[in-house]
């Protein structure tokens, strides 16, 4: 959580860094601030609330400089306010510190500076790292950065500035990511690629336990705790400064929706091999052997991430025919989990940093298994930490509110069903190509689906009301179910209740009442007849159903008071088209609502603490 830059070049380092940050409010948005070198000492402007409060102040108030560091914040050591909004400053106001993590050993620390005399101002874990700066510095930044974080445990992505070196920024990172951009003369550090797409496409990653002493001229980088520097690796992003924009849409959100059938094609896009006979995935470096010798697949993730391993599930037991286990990544952690040298554990992370996710991924690889990552982000903790990785290729997801890195994250675990199925000869030649063709017909299809938009709203308009929503689902829509209900909440707030429509005799059907609708997904296959019993369930308590079906599915209409139409793909796949009505209902409804869709309240996109 929380997003954080630095500038250094010829450039004004405000408004680089006000942009920046407008590229990382996705990660947190309670408050945000920047501290600006601007001639002999550190100015600083902290506001609490959204990036444009802060932004409305340098207009009022500009400051000039061309050495900078900003933040915007996800609060979790004190509460989103003025005062524990970053940067955070030691006593003298001659050093300001950005981070992003948290500091555990920050107490006793934080005690022992106000025994040496240190006066501290804010809540936060952070604001001991400013104060132990200023206690080792003998006029080396760098230097008085890397003793500092000698001290400190924890996570953290740090940038510290100092008003005696103009010409110096110091970065760290352990655990939180953090990123050197490099341009002509200018240099960036980051919490993620867009804040400095508009500049540059030249990027470092910084890996753990690194420090980088960055100047005009370049940026050294050196271990945090030998001090030893270390070789470094320039990477060109593919990610245009495009990418990262509304393009015209009014939301973030909306436009991901929209991508879909691109971000679907460039997923599968040299997967198959030229016969288009089986799936190739390269970045999966588990040999036949080892793929046979498999006895379980453990699929780690959260929130939509784990959805979409949920998916994958009925995916790889059909097809490969292991058993596959998924846990809530914080659930894992303690759980004492069964896992040897025979078990394929499934890291799946959007943002490749979330810190429960990457806490099971190490789980995981210490107790033997092969660690595959599916993640989105080139260059991030689960990509670099996974034994193999196998990438989204969603392009950048700005919403808080996952959609198409969903989509894609399916995609991948159906493409990793086959090919397991393929090596373990558990899945018929005549079998595989049909996948296959339903596989390559889906990013045409999606097509079809995001045009309904106009109509989902429609429902939006009719709902957005409601206090209630019940969705249903059976089978490889039972996670659909469970994710359009996520997103209802995420976004608008509405209460929703996401259940295997089998159970819901077993409780939920209490909450049917006309003013709470439910959304039944009755896509063709082997529980479809079982989708319409429930439907006429529903329907004899006097409730609304809208359901999800197939576009030529005429008995369906007589049952649902509303049906939206996805085409027909195989039953397994069809949690990829079924779920984008869903997201456009919720969309549409937090758009109604007059929510804030993008950034909605407590949330931020990375979570990176546990
Ligand atoms: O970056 P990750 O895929 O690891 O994120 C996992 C969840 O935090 C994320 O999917 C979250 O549930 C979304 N906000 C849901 O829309």
């Not at 445990?153 to 760290?172: E, F, H, L, Q």
């Not at 040299?270 to 288009?276: A, L």
């Not at 991030?380 to 969603?394: F, G, M, N």
Request: hydrophobic share 40%; charged share 25%.
């Amino acid at each position: 959580m929380c997003g954080i830059v630095g500038y250094i070049g010829p450039e004004n380092a405000t408004q680089i860094l006000i942009d920046g940050l407008r590229k990382l409010e996705y990660r947190g948005y309670d408050s945000a601030g920047v501290a600006i070198l601007t001639g002999s000492e550190i100015q600083v402007a902290r506001r609490e609330g959204k990036l444009d409060r802060l932004a409305d102040a340098l207009k009022a108030e500009p400051l000039y400089g061309k050495l900078g560091i900003g933040h915007t914040r996800w609060a979790t050591h004190g509460a989103p306010s003025d005062i524990n909004a970053h940067p955070h400053s030691d006593c003298s106001g001659h050093f300001a510190v950005v981070h992003n993590g948290i500091i555990e050993n920050y107490l006793p620390l934080r005690e022992r500076l106000q025994a040496n005399g240190h006066t501290f101002v804010s809540e936060t874990d952070t604001e001991v790292v400013a104060h132990l700066i200023e206690e080792h510095y003998h006029g080396d930044l760098y230097a008085a950065v890397r003793a500092a974080l000698c001290e400190v445990v924890g996570s953290y992505a740090i940038v510290a500035v100092c008003s005696d070196n103009p010409d110096t920024m110091v970065a760290a990172r352990q655990h939180s990511p953090l990123i050197l951009g490099h341009g002509d003369g200018e240099h960036f550090v980051a919490s993620d690629v867009p804040a400095v797409l508009a500049h540059t496409r030249r990027v470092t990653y910084l890996k753990n336990g690194e420090i980088a002493a960055i100047t005009r001229a370049g940026a050294r980088v050196f271990n945090i705790q030998d001090g030893a520097e270390v070789a470094t690796e320039e990477t060109i992003v593919a990610w245009d400064a495009a990418a990262a924009e509304k393009g015209g849409y009014k939301h973030f959100m909306l436009k991901e929706i929209n991508e879909q059938p691109t971000a679907l094609a460039e997923t599968l896009r040299g997967r198959f091999s030229d016969d288009r006979a089986g799936v190739r995935l390269p970045g999966f470096k588990l040999d036949a052997e080892g793929i046979t010798r498999l006895n379980k697949v453990l699929i780690i993730a959260c929130g939509t991430a784990y959805h979409a391993g949920f998916v994958g599930k009925y995916a790889i037991e059909k097809l490969a025919r292991i058993p596959v286990e998924i846990d809530v990544a914080s659930e894992l952690r303690y759980r004492d989990p069964l896992i040897d040298d025979r078990t394929l554990a499934v890291v799946i992370s959007q943002s490749g940093e979330t810190a429960d996710t990457l806490a099971g991924l190490r789980e995981a690889k210490e107790r033997g298994a092969h660690v595959l990552a599916v993640t989105n982000v080139v260059g991030s903790s689960v990509d670099r930490e996974a034994d193999s990785v196998l990438y989204t290729y969603a392009g950048p997801e700005i919403a808080v509110a996952s959609t198409k890195a969903y989509t894609t994250q399916q995609m991948v675990m159906f493409l990793l069903a086959l090919y397991l199925g393929e090596m373990r000869g558990t899945l018929p030649a005549t079998e595989r190509a049909r996948y296959i063709a339903a596989l390559q017909r889906l990013p045409e299809q999606m097509k079809t689906v995001v045009d309904i938009g106009p109509r989902v709203r429609e429902f939006s308009r009719r709902f957005h009301g409601v206090h209630s929503m019940l969705y249903l689902g059976r089978g490889s829509n039972f996670p659909t179910a469970l994710e359009g209900a996520l997103k209802l909440k995420e976004i608008s707030y509405i209460h929703a209740e996401g259940y295997a429509a089998g159970e819901m005799k077993h409780g939920p059907i209490a909450l049917i009442t006309p003013d709470c609708p439910t959304v039944a997904l009755a896509l063709p296959g082997g529980v479809y007849e079982k989708m319409l019993s429930n439907i006429k369930e529903v329907k004899a308590r006097w409730g609304h159903v809208i359901a999800v079906g197939a576009e030529d599915d005429d008995e369906l209409r007589k049952y649902a008071d509303d049906v939206i139409p996805v085409p027909r793909t195989e039953e397994l796949f069809s949690p990829v088209l079924a779920v984008v009505p869903l997201q456009l209902l919720a969309y549409y409804c937090a758009d109604y609502l007059g929510l804030d869709v993008d950034q909605p309240r407590n949330l931020a996109k990375s979570v990176t603490v546990e």
